[in-house]
């Protein structure tokens, strides 16, 4: 007998100011299914490398046309296994902790409210984009220009996409743009979700609290 068991896994974020507690981004992502069931195996079978390590922020999920209008790109998620998916233009990698680490922000088992019930659990990635962070950012939140141009320094950190990557610990959280292109070419890292929403600026004034959540069920 072959008891087929169908599984899903869901992803939800939320980015709100820490101060004033405006959401500025609420809601589901992407899931690269086929990178992902690689981690899963992987991390069952005790492969340290494939925790849920880093969070990446970028700014090239949505395009300005001509007439100023706002158009979002689709999230670099597949069915099929891609180790080189990353987003579209990367400017931050933020490494959380979890359960083999100890620094950072944290990336959590959240229990359900009853453990002998109920077929799923979440995983909570939180992260706070703390004052004066990125040092290079803009004083105010009041960025000028198209927000996916590398070359403009005052919406380098105007983020439109977030990817959450599995992979080792102790790569560090990089702005440096060689360094983020040597940790997405070089390093043995995987992304498994991707989500793209309307520009949010981090400038230096602006404490960032993002809260991604994927829960995963099994038997639906």
Do not use: W
């Amino acid at each position: 007998m072959i008891d087929h068991i169908a599984g899903c896994i869901k992803g939800h974020i939320l980015i709100r100011d820490a101060e004033t507690k405006e959401v500025l981004a609420d809601k589901d992502n992407a899931v690269h299914y086929g990178n992902i069931s690689t981690e899963i195996a992987q991390a069952l079978t005790g492969d340290p490398n494939s925790f849920i390590t880093y969070m990446a922020f970028g700014n090239g999920g949505v395009i300005i046309d001509s007439s100023g209008g706002i158009v979002y790109r689709s999230p670099n998620t597949s069915l099929n296994k891609n180790p080189n998916a990353q987003l579209y233009n990367t400017t931050l990698i933020y490494e959380m902790t979890n359960a083999a680490s100890n620094v950072k922000d944290p990336a959590v088992r959240v229990p359900q409210e009853s453990t002998l019930t109920g077929n799923y659990e979440d995983i909570l990635a939180q992260v706070v984009l703390v004052a004066g962070f990125p040092v290079t950012q803009q004083n105010m939140d009041n960025a000028a220009g198209s927000n996916n141009q590398i070359s403009d320094d005052s919406t380098t950190f105007v983020f439109n996409e977030i990817a959450l990557f599995c992979g080792p610990k102790g790569l560090g959280t990089l702005t440096d743009t060689a360094q983020i292109q040597n940790f997405l070419i070089n390093s043995d890292t995987r992304l498994i979700t991707h989500v793209i929403f309307h520009p949010v600026q981090k400038s230096l004034n602006r404490v960032l609290e993002i809260t991604y959540t994927l829960r995963i069920q099994m038997g639906i």
